[in-house]
């Protein structure tokens, strides 16, 4: 299945029976991210929280 990431629009190709894959079918909010920005993501969201005034909201 191809895949456009939602930040900085790279092609990839995922397996079609992969995990990521049914979500993006069945769940049509959802955006795919690359490894990279996901992991950019990650360790900014990780220094915010090491900051003690950020507060992640679950959502639910």
Known sequence: M???CALCDVEET???HS????????????????PTCYDRIK?????????GKFI???GY
């Open 2 to 4: 191809d895949v456009i």
């Open 14 to 16: 995922i397996d079609r």
């Open 19 to 34: 995990y990521a894959a049914r979500r993006l079918r069945s769940q049509r909010n959802h955006a795919y991210l690359c």
């Open 43 to 51: 360790v900014n969201t990780e220094k915010r929280l090491a900051t």
């Open 56 to 58: 992640v909201n679950k």
